[in-house]
């Protein structure tokens, strides 16, 4: 054998080795976390603490001054001047819901809401769960100037939910996380719409024509097939949600509204992903190599053609939900909840929890979630429309229902919108606080009472289920 021949020979035989460097070894259980939804929770969970923390401490005041501080950004005489407090509910929550809507359309076209079938039960949940938390807290606040306050209990936070629903570990049966799931993102579309409805004043109708002209250049692109995310970016960002961020509607929805025009659809199916690389596959396996770890002009071309039958068969769509994903999940939410729950509270508890508003959120996230939600499903179930989610029972169902009740992120971003003056909105943050955590902890207890009560031969099916998956 000639040199050249044993040094083939012997990439041949190292062609799995890879070279593990330094900086792969630190990022590896980074990126394990940044894929991991539950540990969001827990994060979120974390600036919660801290926020309080801080809010309380000697330092509170520089708590309070730096959420203040404004930035402005301009170009010639146009300019936005807001606090950093604004520039984070209005900003950066817009990435949030951009990806609520992305995840919205996801789920429509091929997920678990894609069928009516998979639908019914979490949509007709969600419904539930929305309009009893609403007619509770209106019960304690119809006709006072605080029952604008009716869509703070609406809302579910699926981060939070998650990370608590992720401390009974794997007994949990996967479909009640799906349908956990599925729920939170039709009460998410609830939300959006009833902000959109009913917590935007002041209207600009010309800054929303102009909103207008950029959704449907988004719209436009989408039908002529363009791809290209930067396309989407700019015209969303600097048209549709600076549009929208001086018209008065709440510039988030923005976010949402871009996210119906990404492209959710491939150039090329999976069979002719795997045509095209077997044969790209093939011509780089037949073109001579160079020397060390550098490769030649024509295979350079190889694999940029892979990247572009890659980039072929991922549908934008996707992959700006994988890509925002953590970004929201490990930078904005947990932003959001340190700047907006840092309550002072050096008051009496008592009194800021047993007012109207107080009452209202409590009593609605915690019992008119757990009333809304099984009453609805039980509807459907009855009716035939639904089935139950797999290997669960009523008991477990409540428990899910109960813990729907965890409505931070948004029941927050709601409380802002609703209440002017700061010291009911500082008694709505605190009773959404006691409301999700005591809701968290009865809704955790409960499901897993309930498991333990499951069929002998229900829970032997799905530790099979297990293995074999």
Same mark, same amino acid.
């Given at each position: ?18 070279? =593990? ?36 401490? %000697? ?10 501080? #404004? ?13 950093? #407090?604004?520039?984070?509910?209005? /900003?950066? =929550? ?10 919205? @359309?996801?789920?429509?076209? /091929?997920? %678990? ?16 769960? =929305? ?12 006709? *006072? ?11 579910? %936070? ?7 629903? *992720? ?20 009460? %998410? ?9 009913? $917590? ?6 010309? $800054? ?41 509607? #709440?510039?988030?929805? &923005? ?15 999976? $069979? ?49 939900? $994988?890509?925002?994903n953590p970004i929201v999940s490990f930078f904005v939410l947990p932003l ?30 915690? +019992? ?15 009716? /035939?429309? *639904? ?12 428990? &899910? ?8 992120? =948004? ?26 955590? +005591? ?23 799905? @530790? ?6």
């Open positions: 054998m000639t040199g050249e021949e044993i040094r083939k020979e012997k990439e041949k035989i190292n062609y799995n080795d890879e070279k =593990m460097y330094l900086i792969d070894r630190f990022l590896a259980p980074v990126n394990n976390l940044l894929r991991n939804k539950p540990v969001s929770g827990i994060l979120l969970f974390i600036a919660v603490i801290v926020a309080l923390i801080w809010a309380n401490s %000697d330092y509170a005041e520089s708590y309070h001054h730096l959420w203040e501080t #404004h930035m402005r950004i301009g170009v010639g005489n146009f300019e936005i001047d807001k606090s950093l #407090h604004h520039w984070i509910n209005d /900003g950066l =929550m817009a990435i949030f819901f951009f990806v609520v809507g992305l995840e919205i @359309k996801r789920e429509i076209m /091929g997920g %678990d809401l894609s069928t009516w079938r998979k639908a019914s039960l979490p949509a007709a949940a969600a419904v539930g769960g =929305m309009l009893f938390p609403a007619l509770i807290y209106l019960v304690f606040n119809f006709g *006072s100037e605080t029952e604008a306050g009716w869509g703070v209990p609406m809302a579910t %936070d699926i981060a939070f939910t998650l990370g608590v629903l *992720s401390l009974l570990g794997k007994k949990v049966p996967i479909s009640l996380k799906l349908f956990l799931t599925a729920l939170a993102i039709v009460d %998410d579309l609830g939300a959006v719409l009833v902000i959109a409805f009913f $917590y935007t004043e002041n209207l600009l109708l010309l $800054y929303l024509e102009y909103g207008l002209v950029f959704f449907i250049l988004l719209a436009v692109g989408n039908w002529i097939g363009i791809r290209n995310t930067a396309y989407y970016a700019i015209i969303g960002i600097c048209g549709l949600w600076v549009a929208f961020l001086l018209s008065g509607v #709440h510039a988030t929805i &923005a976010g949402v509204l871009s996210a119906m025009t990404i492209p959710a659809k491939t150039k090329i199916n999976k $069979y002719g992903f795997i045509h095209q690389v077997r044969g790209l596959l093939k011509k780089l396996k037949a073109t001579p190599a160079m020397v060390g770890s550098f490769m030649s002009d024509e295979q350079h071309e190889i694999i940029e053609d892979l990247k572009e039958v890659r980039a072929k068969v991922e549908p934008p769509l996707q992959k700006l939900e $994988y890509a925002l959001f909840a340190l700047s907006n729950a840092g309550i002072n509270l050096d008051v009496n508890i008592w009194d800021a929890l047993t007012n109207n508003v107080s009452l209202g959120i409590i009593c609605g996230l915690i +019992l008119g979630k757990m009333l809304g939600i099984v009453s609805f499903s039980a509807l459907f179930i009855k009716l /035939g429309i *639904s089935d139950m989610p797999r290997n669960t029972n009523w008991g477990i169902l409540t428990g &899910a229902a109960i813990m729907a009740g965890i409505g931070f992120t =948004m029941s927050i971003f709601i409380s802002n919108l609703a209440f002017d003056d700061p010291e009911v909105n500082r008694q709505s943050k605190m009773a959404i606080l006691f409301a999700s955590t +005591l809701a968290g902890i009865i809704g955790m207890l409960t499901i897993n009472y309930f498991i333990k009560k499951l069929p002998i031969e229900k829970k032997q099916k799905k @530790k099979k289920a297990v293995q074999n998956a």
